[in-house]
């Protein structure tokens, strides 16, 4: 009998210390998830042009090696938002449509610059519902804007300069980013003078 208890508590010990052990693994993961999936918040933009410097034109290219004009005053006379994305980015496929819905509201022209490999990029724009936004590849605005987080967005003006740039991954923090283009100001002064009166 003695042995048979013995056997059983050695048993239970055993299975105890898998279970504190497969619970501890449990957590990191948990936790390792939550840092790649938590919103990253505003970052300092360390490199590259700033806000206040015009963007100097340049040609980009679509997947399909189309080219297209980026930078300097625009022809429509609209604002622009580039948000600079990857294929291995989850935060830029959350953010995406976020961009999209901001930018349609305030008039914009959205535009994806696709860091990475062009496979890859190809392979992103099949699997991600873009809406009709272009998505360029183009070393020469990445090396020019020196993008160190994803997804980075930098907002045009109508001549080009731009107006803001940081990382960005939420509606507010997009908003606040749009909220500096020279027109986004008077829509938010007759919002407040309205709720004045």
């Known amino acids: 009998m003695l042995i048979i208890l013995t056997v059983s508590t050695l048993l239970l010990t ?12 449990l957590a990191r993961q948990i936790g390792v998830l939550h840092e790649r999936l938590a919103p990253i918040g505003v970052q300092p933009v ?39 994305v990857s294929a291995d980015c989850p935060v830029c496929k959350r953010a995406l449509p976020v961009a999209r819905a901001v930018a349609q509201e305030h008039g914009l022209d959205l535009v994806l610059i696709g860091e990475g490999d062009v496979a890859a990029l190809s392979a992103m724009a099949q699997r991600t519902p873009l809406g009709g936004v272009p998505l360029l590849v183009s070393m020469e605005l990445l090396l020019l804007m020196q993008i160190g987080r994803l997804p980075t967005l930098v907002v045009l003006d109508a001549r080009g300069v731009i ?35």
């Open 14 to 25: 055993v299975f105890t210390l898998g279970l504190a052990l497969g619970v501890f693994v």
């Open 46 to 84: 360390l490199s590259g042009l700033q806000a206040g410097q015009a963007l100097p034109q340049v040609t980009a290219r679509t997947l399909a090696d189309a080219p297209v004009a980026i930078g300097g005053a625009s022809a429509a006379g609209r604002a622009m938002m580039l948000m600079f």
């Open 163 to 197: 107006t803001a740039r940081d990382v960005a991954s939420s509606r507010r923090e997009i908003e606040s980013l749009v909220a500096t283009l020279p027109q986004a100001r008077p829509a938010q002064m007759k919002e407040t003078s309205h709720v004045a009166v």
